[in-house]
């Protein structure tokens, strides 16, 4: 027995024990022969040792499965049997091996669950400031006690999100030198993080400190890498009662900081290219219409996708520098949809903006206007109206000039809807275009109103597939004579969006121009030159 491979200790039905081999004496120093089984062996081993005690311990017998416990800093599986005479043989298997392979089989299991649902919440959000906050939140409940994420500075600011365990994050701006805190200044430039045991604790200033947190036992401080540069940094609190970092959970928190500073600077790229966008698109964006010198304008756009705002639609009122002088009303169409053909109208109501001198002569605005179309390295082409309006008297002259553009049409007060006698070739597609001006005269409660064909040409109706069409538009003005221009506007785009539904439709513009059936002159703000009102 005694020079058995294992840990083994044999009792008398008393639970004495009677025998022991030199391993179980190395292992147990007190379980000697003679000595308490349960006096001398851990808690977990009594408890089994116990358990086999019952009623039935006049038979032979093992145990259904093996007790496990630690015995200093191993680990071990005890096997017993039972003799017919109430003896008990225990043997223990050195089980640690099998014990630290499975632990780091469920922590690493922890971790790549850890790491997935960290993704998917990092990742559904471009929103750098819900990025900064879900970051602190998750290293908080996870890695450590207290977490903070760092961005670049703003001029003499950091801001800064900080989170407690079970605590929501919250924002501030630091007025501090990272460089004063150690690892802190390299790690938002991007430099490898310094390892935790080189940073101490009590140099951590006050605003990295949570309120009530006590004092700080371990740091860890890692970049956030993002795409070229640094999108911030990471730093974990431990209290002193928390056990300090180990170099493994530092490795894991850089792993889990890369997908942290991937998002966090995903969504700063996104919010840059949203303010780009943002600056684009105001310029790109037809403007608002009002009254200018006795003539009332009004405009509306819808773009052909709905999560769209600009298109290949465009329209512009341009007023006349010197007061009772024509104001010039430009609407076109440019071949295609989206943001290409957006860019190309940008191009074109830039052009246009700079031949305002010559808006007295729309045949020369044109033909400049394709020159520079048909010299450029786009492939599109546009149709486009211009129209000059003036207030005279009670009445607005108006002269219309289309290239290749649906003609405007004309609403009198009595209901009648009249095309204008204009045509024109479109600019861009050959080196001349001509084109032939009209000239109208609107009374009192009379529009003028120009569209892009995305309205006659949607196509929808009870079976889908209908357009608009000419004539249908036609019939809707009828019913609009006397109507204000805001009103014909507001119509037009009604009926019309009614009709696609939810079907696919062309980019849609109209602008009215109406004769206002009162009249007066007046100042606007104390700022723009005095102007009809109704």
Known sequence: MSHAPYPVLVTDAEGVIVLRSDAAGALLPRARPGAVFTDVVPNWLCAAHDALRGPDRGADRTADRPASGAIGELSFEAHTGVRADGTVVWWLVDDTDHRLVREALHMERERTEFLAKSSNLLLSSLNLERCMGVTAQLAAEYLSDAALVIAPSRGARLPVTTCLRGESPVRSQESADPDDVPGLGEALRGFPPVPSRWIDPSVAPDWMVPEDFGPVGSIVITPLPGHGVAAGALVLLRRSSTAAFTDGEEVFARLFATRAGAAMSAA?????????????????????????????????????????????????????????????????????????????????????????????????????????????????????????????????????????????????????????????????????????????????GESCVLYTDGITEAKGGPMGGDEFGEKRLQRVLTECAGMPSEGIVERVQMLASQWVGKGRHDDMAVVVISAPRTQHLSAVNGRTRGRYTG
């Open 268 to 444: 700063r790229l996104y919010a840059e290219q949203t303010s780009i966008t943002e600056v684009l698109m105001r310029e790109l964006l037809p403007p608002s219409l009002h009254q200018i010198s006795g003539v009332d304008f009004a405009g509306g756009y819808r773009p052909s996708e709905d999560h769209e705002r600009i298109g290949g639609d465009f329209y512009d009122v341009h007023p006349a520098a010197v007061e009772g002088e024509a104001s010039l009303v430009t609407l076109g169409d440019v071949c295609g949809k989206g943001l290409e053909a957006a860019v190309l109208t940008g191009k074109i109501r830039n052009t246009l903006h700079a031949l305002l001198p010559l808006a007295d002569d729309h045949q020369r605005m044109i033909s400049l206007l394709n020159t520079a179309l048909v010299n450029s390295h786009h492939t599109r082409f546009a149709t486009l109206v211009l129209a000059s309006a003036v207030r005279e008297g009670s009445a607005v002259n108006l002269r219309l000039t289309s290239a290749g553009h649906p003609a405007p049409l004309i609403v009198r007060t009595n209901g009648a809807v009249e095309e204008a006698e204009t045509r024109g070739t479109l600019v861009g597609a050959i080196p001349d275009a001509q084109a032939r001006t009209a000239s109208v005269t609107l009374a009192p």
